[in-house]
Each structure stands twice: as C-alpha cells, then as structure tokens.
C-alpha cells in the first residue's frame, strides 16, 4: 500500500469517527430536550420504544468507534492493513471498502465459516 492509499484510508476513518460524534452529541441533545411528563400511554410507548432504538444504533456505534481507533492506532504503529490471520498485506480494495478490516479476504471467509460450523 503506498502513502497516497494510507492517507486516504486515514482520512476515511477519521470521517467515520466525526460522523460517529456528531450523531452522538445530536441523540444526547435530544434525549435532553424532550419532554419528561407524556400522558397519554401510547405516545409514552412509542417515545420509550424510539429512544431504545436510538441508543441501541449508539451502542453499535460505540463498537465502530472502537475499531477506528484501533485502526487509527495501526497506521501510527506502521501495522495497518496487514491480515491478523496470515500476516500478509489485505488488498487495499478490501480497506476502502471497510477501512477497519484485520484479516484478508481469504482468512475472513475462513474465520466465519468456522464460527458457522461451531453454530455462533
């Protein structure tokens, strides 16, 4: 991978991350100002029933969240885009399409045919 992908690549995760914050900081802004006393049960419900939704996307934000930063710290460790499973580069193809990837293609398909066969 050359430094022009690398910058690429680093420049598409951090647009995640600002993305991921800027949602965040939007549903804290919301959940604040809504109002707290909603008589009729029905709202009540479907109020309660949208803000679980909305913090159930959070909390898997959350968890991309951490995966940038993991990736983020890669790139500065000089160990990003190369594959956990085998130690060979992953296709920067692979990278642009989820920038967060740790394993190659080949070692991926492998990993979650196994985790199909152990039933998860």
Same mark, same amino acid.
């Given at each position: 991978?050359?430094?022009?992908?690398?910058?690429?690549?680093?420049?598409?995760?951090?647009?995640?991350?600002?993305?991921?914050?800027?949602?965040?900081?939007?549903?804290?802004?919301?959940?604040?100002?809504?109002?707290?006393n909603?008589? #009729?049960?029905?709202?009540?419900?479907? /109020?309660?029933? #949208?803000?679980?939704?909305?913090?159930?996307?959070?909390?898997?934000?959350?968890?991309?969240?951490?995966? /940038? #930063?993991?990736?983020?710290n890669?790139?500065?460790?000089?160990? !990003?885009?190369? $594959?956990?499973? $085998?130690?060979?580069?992953?296709?920067?193809?692979?990278?642009?399409?989820?920038?967060?990837?740790? !394993?190659c293609? #080949? $070692?991926?398909?492998?990993?979650?045919?196994?985790e199909?066969?152990?039933?998860?």
């Amino acid at each position: 991978m050359d430094e022009k992908d690398l910058a690429q690549l680093k420049e598409q995760l951090e647009a995640i991350k600002n993305d991921i914050s800027s949602d965040v900081e939007q549903t804290l802004t919301e959940i604040a100002h809504q109002e707290g006393n909603i008589p #009729d049960p029905n709202d009540r419900a479907s /109020v309660e029933s #949208d803000r679980t939704f909305e913090l159930r996307i959070r909390g898997r934000e959350r968890k991309l969240m951490d995966k /940038v #930063d993991e990736a983020l710290n890669r790139i500065e460790e000089g160990t !990003y885009g190369i $594959c956990e499973g $085998c130690g060979e580069d992953i296709s920067v193809k692979r990278l642009k399409a989820r920038p967060v990837a740790t !394993y190659c293609i #080949d $070692c991926k398909t492998k990993l979650e045919q196994r985790e199909k066969a152990q039933g998860r």
